[in-house]
């Protein structure tokens, strides 16, 4: 297992500290990712940078809509400007459009 310096839940002070560099353990609450992750379990989150490169179906970290969530990438638009990533859970439901900065860590165990 990776070294985290931070563990902590679906939140903004999770983000935070994503958002400073540090690797975290992230635990999740509910049933919406299931199979894939179950509530409660936890997993190791890398801060999502400039250089990160995103795929749809990783799992992320990310804020939509005010709220935070360990949700899929869905899809991916790119514009000239920036890319936008579709977040959705693992049952149908989408959350939302974001760019990159509401994306603060990627699952990676």
């Given at each position: 297992m990776l070294e985290f310096t931070f563990s902590g839940n679906e939140s903004k002070t999770t983000a935070d500290h994503?958002?400073?560099?540090?690797?975290?353990?992230?635990?999740?609450v509910g049933n919406s990712m299931l199979p894939i992750l179950k509530s409660r379990q936890s997993v190791i989150c890398e801060p999502v940078t400039n250089e990160t490169i995103l795929h749809k179906k990783?799992?992320?970290l990310c804020k939509v809509n005010g709220h935070h969530y360990l949700h899929l990438i869905h899809a991916i638009k790119k514009t000239?400007?920036?890319?936008?990533?579709?977040?959705?859970?693992?049952?149908?439901?989408?959350?939302?459009?974001?760019?990159?900065?509401?994306?603060?860590?990627k699952v990676v165990e």
């Open positions: 994503l958002k400073n560099g540090e690797i975290c353990k992230v635990t999740g990783d799992i992320v000239k400007k920036n890319e936008m990533f579709l977040i959705g859970n693992n049952h149908g439901h989408m959350n939302g459009w974001v760019n990159k900065d509401n994306i603060y860590g």
